[in-house]
């Protein structure tokens, strides 16, 4: 059966104390809202909608970087969930399906919740709710069942004594065939103390008219909200443990798990072995048998097979590391292609280049890319050796096997197999650093006397 989800993101965060939309704010380096439809795209759904509010058009904005078919409804007024919902409808025109209901704010939910949602759907439920067994129920709504149905959810200041005595709670997040859906949120009221229209009201219609309706419970861990920044503090720590589980699982090795931080869409290979005190920026591939030493950060780049990256390097985006590399102590990549086997050690900055199979780029090697202006190239032929304290003056080309003297400035492109020494003469005065060094103590002594 076709999926449709819709993301309700028009909250304004108050609690966040920022003029940035909750729902940008940044986790494991993406924004909450790409953690909700991530966990939505693993339902290959046929439509998702997003409803924004507060700070809408950079909220839509970003939602349209990451899914362009992504549809967009704003809610004018933050009138309550269900009147939330109902802006999606125009949407669900002509859509024959199941839909799922998420929040923008709670990032941790997994594609796998969902589809035991669309499960509980299959097997007769017409609304299905997801909850969780808490640890302290305290003003969490709560999901009152009877022999495995769902009879109602009951907000905590309205439960009795033996209903606040229930750990079951509510998570906000629902399922519904798209029909029902609709005509149950055209029935829904506001008759409540806050005025507002509840999308939790409509497990009691559906009650009242004999329809059935279940929940089905995962770990409390997965519908943390994010509402503060100590929330989104606590969330960050939830997804890194879970990214440093699963990474430890796939057969990842973390020498000092604690210390090392994914993004949400780092993909790491089997044998990788990462150090401590690694952080992966958005859009990092590591390939099989990679090994990351500590105090190394990677964003935007590719690292094949069998390279050695580190500690205390730096790829930057663009960065495509190829096969059997090896990118030493203080080294940093930017938006260059390193071919198979090349070698760069020490104290070197590689940027807007390509560096050949084999060369070797010698520390405190610099690639002059920048001209206050224009970014600019520099071409690295194979097996080519660049001597240390080497300036590349972009643009420029080194040819195959060529090498570049230790301490030259290049400016013009070196032939294949040519040696380039481009540096000033030595010049060697016997016995003149005793004399100077003699002439300064003893102005150093007069002025002192």
């Known amino acids: 059966m076709p999926v449709a989800v819709i993301v309700l993101a028009a909250g304004q ?60 409804v704003r809610q004018e007024e933050q ?18 399906g199941d839909v799922i209901v998420l929040y923008a704010d709670t990032p941790l939910v997994r ?113 943390l909200g994010v509402n503060s920044r100590a929330d989104l503090a606590a969330a960050e720590a939830a997804f890194q443990s879970r990214a440093r589980a699963e990474a430890l699982e796939n057969g990842t090795t973390l020498t000092d798990p604690s210390t090392v931080w994914f993004a949400l869409d780092t993909h790491v290979g089997r044998d990788v072995t990462i150090g401590q005190n690694v952080v992966f920026g958005p859009e990092v591939t590591v390939e099989s048998g990679v090994t990351i030493h500590a105090f190394c950060h990677l964003e935007g780049c590719h690292v094949s097979h069998g390279a050695k990256i580190g500690p205390f390097a730096r790829l930057r985006p663009g960065a495509e590391i190829a096969e059997d590399v090896h990118i030493g102590n203080f080294v940093e990549i930017k938006n260059a292609i390193v071919e198979e086997g090349a070698k760069a050690n020490h104290l070197t900055y590689i940027g807007d280049a390509r560096i050949g199979a084999g060369a070797n780029i010698g520390a405190g090697t610099i690639t002059c890319n920048y001209d206050g202006v224009f970014k600019h190239q520099t071409d690295i032929g194979a097996r080519a050796f660049i001597g ?59 002025a002192t006397n």
């Open 13 to 72: 965060g108050t609690r966040m104390n920022s003029e940035l939309p909750k729902v940008l704010h940044p986790l494991a380096s993406a924004p909450l809202l790409a953690h909700a439809l991530a966990a939505a795209r693993g339902l290959d759904p046929e439509r998702t909608i997003l409803v924004t509010g507060h700070g809408g058009e950079a909220v839509a904005a970003a939602a349209r970087h990451i899914d362009p078919d992504i549809r967009i």
């Open 79 to 96: 009138l309550g969930t269900a009147h939330a919902v109902r802006q999606a409808e125009p949407e669900l025109a002509g859509f024959d």
């Open 111 to 223: 594609p796998e919740t969902l589809q035991a949602m669309l499960d509980a759907r299959a097997t007769g439920a017409a609304v299905v709710v997801l909850g969780f067994e808490a640890a302290d129920p305290g003003g969490y709504g709560r999901l009152v069942t009877r022999d495995g149905a769902l009879e109602a959810i009951v907000e905590a200041k309205e439960a009795t004594p033996d209903e606040l005595a229930i750990r079951f709670c509510n998570s906000g997040l629902m399922a519904a065939d798209a029909a029902t859906l609709v005509s149950l949120l055209a029935e829904v009221g506001n008759d409540n103390a806050k005025g507002e229209f509840y999308l939790t009201d409509i497990v009691a219609l559906a009650r009242a008219r004999g329809l059935a309706a279940a929940a089905i419970a995962c770990p409390e861990a997965e519908t």
């Open 388 to 446: 240390s304290n080497s300036a590349l003056v972009a643009p420029v080309r080194i040819g195959a096997g060529a090498l570049v003297a230790a301490g030259s400035v290049i400016t013009q492109d070196v032939p294949a197999d040519a040696l380039a020494v481009a540096r000033g003469k030595q010049e060697t005065r016997p016995g003149l650093a005793k004399r100077l060094m003699e002439n300064l103590r003893a102005l150093k002594k007069k």
